[in-house]
């Protein structure tokens, strides 16, 4: 759901850039002043395996479209919805800037519909609110939370899409028809991404409760090495973007699909700041589209294979090494502030 610049005026992403940049200063300073000193690797791990998951596009049958998981409300329910929102927008500007997917002036856009959506409304509302309780949260609750959570993340980020294109007015896509399109599409995509992070919180509630504090196991393992969890992470980064993601699905995504049947031709658009940042974009992406640098000959299948298993590490790598030290710089700037 990555949208790209041709559906963005510079007006509305303009705008969305600037609500985007609030929202993650706002949770930056939120981020300075957690306690907890796992919080720079726990970021840094899970958003490489976010990243790595986004890579597998599966395809939604009869519909001749694909989808992948956002990852917003897996991470909001294991970092925080704060800390969750700085980890999806890390990912999403390495994905922009040294992968080309998603646009540049669109950026802001696919930080609000894929992060702060998803992280400051769908998981408060949601997943929070289903866990509360009197006698702490239980296994049962953080399953149907994060199913629930992340459907409606998804309906709302897609909604989102649908507003940022008909403001921007630059494609002609009908509003009534366009969101007629990309609400059960992702309904579809919203229900396999909530049974996987409801499969990934019960799996991490088993194998590491600390993660989890208001479980009642949690307190039997808060003095526990995490050694063996960022192994276990590390090896699932590798897997899934090394190996998995060579069998992900080619069919266009839920945003390409709706578009593609609501729009006759091709969307373009050739305005000085799309074409200024597309030349921007393909100056800093060392791998565009996942894949190695365009070659005189047609690539064949291993050329293809490895060049998206050279980026699933790559950007997972990125990812892991970026958030990592920024959580150190959030951590030294509240550890000034206390001094």
């Given at each position: 759901m990555?949208m790209?610049?041709?559906?963005?005026?510079?007006?509305?992403?303009?705008?969305m850039?600037a609500v985007?940049a609030?929202?993650?200063?706002?949770?930056s300073?939120k981020v300075?002043h957690e306690?907890?000193?796992?919080?720079p690797?726990l970021?840094?791990?899970l958003g490489a395996?976010?990243f790595a998951a986004?890579m597998?596009n599966?395809?939604i049958?009869?519909?001749g479209?694909?989808?992948?998981i956002?990852?917003?409300?897996?991470?909001?329910?294991l970092?925080?919805?704060?800390?969750?929102?700085i980890v999806?927008?890390?990912?999403?500007a390495i994905?922009?800037?040294?992968f080309?997917?998603?646009?540049?002036?669109?950026?802001?856009?696919?930080?609000?519909?894929?992060a702060?959506?998803?992280?400051?409304?769908?998981?408060?509302?949601?997943y929070r609110?289903?866990?509360r309780?009197t006698?702490?949260i239980?296994?049962s609750?953080?399953a149907w939370g994060g199913?629930?959570?992340?459907i409606?993340?998804?309906?709302?980020?897609?909604?989102?899409v649908?507003i940022?294109?008909?403001l921007?007015?630059?494609?002609?896509?009908?509003?009534?028809a366009?969101v007629a399109?990309?609400?059960?599409i992702?309904?579809a995509?919203?229900?396999?991404e909530?049974?996987?992070t409801?499969?990934?919180?019960l799996?991490?509630?088993?194998?590491?409760?600390?993660l989890y504090?208001?479980?009642?196991?949690a307190?039997?393992q808060q003095?526990?090495?995490?050694?063996?969890?960022?192994?276990?992470?590390?090896i699932?980064?590798?897997?899934?973007?090394?190996?998995?993601s060579?069998?992900?699905?080619s069919l266009?995504d839920g945003?390409?699909?709706a578009?593609?049947?609501?729009?006759?031709?091709?969307?373009?658009?050739?305005?000085?700041?799309?074409?200024?940042?597309?030349?921007?974009?393909e100056?800093t992406?060392?791998?565009?589209d996942?894949?190695?640098?365009a070659?005189?000959?047609?690539?064949?299948?291993?050329e293809?294979?490895?060049?998206?298993?050279l980026?699933g590490l790559?950007?997972?790598?990125?990812?892991?090494?970026?958030l990592?030290?920024?959580?150190?710089?959030?951590r030294?700037?509240?550890t000034?502030?206390?001094s």
């Amino acid at each position: 759901m990555h949208m790209s610049d041709a559906l963005v005026s510079p007006a509305v992403g303009g705008a969305m850039w600037a609500v985007s940049a609030a929202g993650l200063y706002v949770a930056s300073r939120k981020v300075s002043h957690e306690r907890d000193d796992r919080l720079p690797p726990l970021m840094g791990v899970l958003g490489a395996f976010v990243f790595a998951a986004q890579m597998i596009n599966f395809t939604i049958p009869a519909t001749g479209s694909s989808g992948h998981i956002g990852g917003g409300i897996l991470l909001a329910a294991l970092l925080g919805p704060w800390a969750a929102c700085i980890v999806m927008a890390s990912i999403l500007a390495i994905q922009a800037f040294l992968f080309a997917d998603g646009g540049l002036l669109a950026l802001g856009c696919n930080i609000a519909n894929l992060a702060l959506l998803p992280c400051l409304v769908a998981y408060p509302l949601i997943y929070r609110t289903i866990n509360r309780g009197t006698n702490g949260i239980s296994p049962s609750r953080i399953a149907w939370g994060g199913f629930l959570a992340a459907i409606i993340g998804l309906q709302l980020g897609a909604f989102g899409v649908v507003i940022e294109t008909t403001l921007s007015g630059i494609t002609e896509l009908p509003f009534s028809a366009f969101v007629a399109l990309m609400q059960p599409i992702h309904l579809a995509i919203g229900g396999v991404e909530g049974l996987a992070t409801a499969a990934l919180l019960l799996f991490l509630a088993r194998m590491r409760p600390a993660l989890y504090p208001a479980l009642p196991q949690a307190a039997q393992q808060q003095h526990i090495s995490y050694k063996p969890f960022f192994i276990l992470m590390g090896i699932l980064v590798a897997t899934v973007g090394g190996l998995l993601s060579w069998y992900a699905s080619s069919l266009p995504d839920g945003l390409e699909w709706a578009a593609e049947r609501t729009h006759s031709s091709e969307i373009a658009n050739t305005s000085t700041s799309h074409e200024t940042l597309a030349r921007i974009q393909e100056k800093t992406s060392i791998l565009p589209d996942y894949n190695l640098p365009a070659a005189d000959q047609p690539r064949t299948d291993i050329e293809e294979r490895a060049g998206t298993s050279l980026s699933g590490l790559a950007g997972a790598s990125a990812v892991a090494a970026f958030l990592i030290i920024l959580g150190l710089i959030l951590r030294r700037k509240k550890t000034v502030r206390t001094s």
